[in-house]
T-cell receptor, first 113, second 112 residues
Framework: EADIYQTPRYLVIGTGKKITLECSQT?????MYWYQQDPGMELHLIHY???????EKGDLSSESTVSRIRTEHFPLTLESARPSHTSQYLC????????????FGPGTRLTVL | RKEVEQDPGPFNVPEGATVAFNCTYS??????FFWYRQDCRKEPKLLMS???SGNEDGRFTAQLNRASQYISLLIRDSKLSDSATYLC?????????????FGQGTILTVHP
């Protein structure tokens, strides 16, 4: 089992609130990723990081932001939540060069009312 | 054209059946390939890596054809517990180092 954790698992919040989704991994992986997935749909990469102080936007435009101050921690923040942000957010990490398998956390299911 | 394309199914098969999924990818420079499994409302989990000419792991066999740019997954002696969505995943390497591209998934339902 991969040691990657996400909190909260479920979040229901009102429009306009600021939220932070937490993601932590204990595997010492340099690379970390955030994906967004709607029910029955494909995963879309929204942010990634190749190490501390490295963050990049993914293939799908997102109003969220991320930070990577510590290797093990990659939080995602929405400054002002909207109903269009309702989705599942999945965090993943991967290890040394040459090992591109990604391991996923359990996800955060976000509902914005 | 999508970078990674899969037949979305659904595939409905009886227990014990053999089922095969195919996947095509568009970037000939792609370097590594994977099959992931995703259960309903859960996170994707790595099923198999496909690095060279193919992999076998118990009832599961993955094949890679670089010339035709397709990957396949064969499941023998299907079990009820194999019901899930199977995701074909490609790493393009180069400047996309570490990033994976996911197919839309193939839904498998195994029935008694």
């Amino acid at each position: 089992e991969a040691d990657i954790y996400q909190t909260p698992r479920y979040l229901v919040i009102g429009t306009g609130k600021k939220i932070t989704l937490e993601c932590s991994q204990t595997m010492g992986h340099d690379k970390m990723y955030w994906y967004q997935q709607d029910p029955g749909m494909e995963l879309h990469l929204i942010h990634y990081s190749y190490g501390v102080n490295s963050t990049e936007k993914g293939d799908l435009s997102s109003e969220s932001t991320v930070s990577r101050i510590r290797t093990e921690h990659f939080p995602l923040t929405l400054e002002s939540a909207r109903p269009s942000h309702t989705s599942q957010y999945l965090c993943a990490s991967s290890g040394p060069p040459g090992y591109n398998e990604q391991f996923f956390g359990p996800g955060t299911r976000l509902t914005v009312l | 054209r999508k970078e990674v394309e899969q037949d979305p199914g659904p595939f409905n098969v009886p227990e014990g059946a053999t089922v095969a999924f195919n996947c095509t990818y568009s970037n000939s420079a792609s370097q590594s390939f994977f099959w992931y499994r995703q259960d309903c409302r859960k996170e994707p989990k790595l099923l198999m890596s496909v690095y060279s000419s193919g992999n076998e792991d118990g009832r599961f066999t993955a094949q890679l054809n670089r010339a035709s740019q397709y990957i396949s997954l064969l499941i023998r002696d299907s079990k009820l517990s194999d019901s899930a969505t199977y995701l074909c995943v490609v790493n393009e390497g180069g400047t996309s180092y570490g990033k994976l591209t996911f197919g839309q998934g193939t839904i498998l339902t195994v029935h008694p």
